[in-house]
């Protein structure tokens, strides 16, 4: 088994150049995947290879680049949409912090019967989103919003796009959000169980490690894949993270194709791949794609 990290947020605070900001939390950076190698068993020579069919998420891809293109850059894409959804935060998406959004949120509902609702990224679940509503001046509600290379995905129930997520809230899913929450925290429970059997006893053989050990009091900034310029060893300094190889870059602005790009099929694979777009402010370039055995 292999472990995937993708980067989807900066390591590092906007407001660092001012000064008023400063490094950000390893855990909050990364959103990390499972990679499963199709193989009934493995003998000790095909022990430094990779097998020829990799599975994440359950989907099946061939290679690393397929990965990369066809189920890590669609989430790129998407966790961009949720960000610039116009219900993304408030104010147009310049308040995103989730306590000036709620006390907002409740001061706003408590003289009416409306349901009042906005996006955001979920703070516990790197690489989500976070759908906070309520009714009549009540407690905010927080629903994950599962981000995928297909779309979205709420209490199990898959959507192509925000806009129709959002749609089948406001209809039927706030009404039935009781059920819904009830029966989405069950099967979770049995898919945790799955996984965990899955991963075998060699991930974790005497059961003691916990999986997906935190990554502590890491400084994202100045630690890990740092990249040293040309300089003498007495003259290193803190850098920004090792950059993305040039085969697996995101275009500098929208408009601009990656190798492998809209319309053309990804390495190994018989389906075209979409282009991952960065975003304007920086916030989803140079994600990075790290993997190792466990």
Excluded at 258 to 269: E, K, N
């Amino acid at each position: 088994m292999l472990i995937a990290m993708l980067k989807v947020l900066p390591t590092q605070d906007q407001e660092v150049a001012s000064g008023a900001g400063g490094t950000v939390e390893a855990d909050r950076c990364y959103r990390r995947f499972d990679v499963f190698e199709k193989l009934e068993t493995k003998s000790y020579g095909e022990g430094f290879e990779v097998a020829g069919e990799l599975e994440v998420d359950g989907y099946l891809y061939r290679d690393f680049d397929e990965i990369i293109a066809r189920h890590m850059d669609p989430i790129m894409d998407n966790l961009r949409l949720l960000q610039e959804h116009k219900r993304f935060g408030l104010c147009s998406g310049t308040v995103v912090d989730r306590t000036s959004v709620e006390r907002a949120m409740m001061r706003v509902s408590a003289d009416n019967t409306l349901l009042h609702y906005s996006l955001l990224l979920h703070e516990e679940q790197p690489g989500h989103g976070a759908l906070h509503w309520c009714v009549s001046g009540k407690t905010v509600k927080q629903e994950l919003i599962e981000v995928t290379p297909r779309g979205f995905s709420l209490w199990n129930n898959n959507f192509d796009s925000l806009d129709q997520l959002i749609s089948w809230f406001k209809r039927i899913g706030w009404r039935n959000s009781q059920k819904l929450r009830r029966d989405y925290k069950e099967d979770r429970k049995i898919k945790v169980q799955v996984l965990k059997e899955k991963r075998g006893e060699h991930a974790d053989p005497e059961g003691k490690l916990k999986r997906h050990k935190g990554l502590g009091s890491v400084q994202t900034t100045t630690s890990g894949m740092q990249t040293p310029g040309n300089r003498s060893v007495s003259s290193y300094r803190p850098e920004s993270n090792a950059a993305t190889p040039y085969g697996m870059r995101s275009p500098a602005s929208v408009g601009s194709m990656a190798p492998g790009s809209l319309g053309s099929a990804a390495p190994g694979s018989s389906g075209s791949a979409p282009a991952s777009v960065a975003s304007s402010s920086g916030m989803l370039g140079n994600n990075f794609f790290l993997l190792w055995a466990v």
